[in-house]
């Protein structure tokens, strides 16, 4: 890094509902590094750095994002959801428990990302088409599961919320 590059910009950001300090930080830093490496939330994933893999989509402001293509100093004000803010530690999200039970979940490095892409669709479509599903989910790859169990567990949560009334 040359020498013009300052380190040791502050700013905070509004993460899983909590105010979090990001200090000695440089303004070009993606969301993706900053949640990783100055935050400890390690849950979203680093594999393309080109927004095309969908591992490390997180939520900013209710819209899924990649958050390596992400100014973090840009989300200032915004709220971030990760991985770990979809529910309590300890207590999976119906998305990750339909995961879990659909076999969904394999080497898991694309499942964080899967799971964010699976609450927003839920979110704004509460009984997608098989097609809306995979569309919504054509943004994140998976090597492992060839996608029939995964979009199993995105229609087990959405029957299931249906069921219950959540839908």
């Known amino acids: ?11 905070e950001l509004h993460v899983n509902g909590e105010v979090r300090p990001v200090r000695d930080s440089w303004l070009g830093e993606s969301l993706l590094y900053v949640l990783r490496e100055r935050l400890g939330l390690l849950g979203s994933k680093g594999a ?3 927004g095309e893999c969908g591992s490390c989509s997180v939520l900013v402001d209710d819209e899924l ?4 293509l992400v100014l973090a100093a840009s989300a200032v004000d915004q709220s971030i959801v990760t991985i770990e803010g979809v529910a309590p530690i300890g207590s999976p999200s119906d998305v990750q428990q339909a995961f879990v039970d659909a076999g969904a979940v394999q080497c898991g490095f694309c499942t964080p990302g ?3 892409a699976t609450h927003a669709l839920l979110e704004r479509t509460a009984d997608p ?15 492992c ?11 087990r ?6 069921v219950s009334g959540q839908a």
């Open 65 to 68: 994002v990649c958050s390596c």
């Open 129 to 143: 088409t098989e097609f809306e599903i995979r569309e919504e989910l054509s943004g994140n790859v998976c090597r």
């Open 48 to 50: 393309c750095e080109q």
């Open 145 to 155: 599961t060839g996608y029939g169990r995964i979009i199993e567990a995105v229609q």
């Open 114 to 116: 899967l799971i964010m």
């Open 157 to 162: 949560v959405a029957v299931s919320r249906r």
């Open 1 to 11: 890094m040359s020498e013009s590059v300052a380190l040791n910009e502050q700013y």
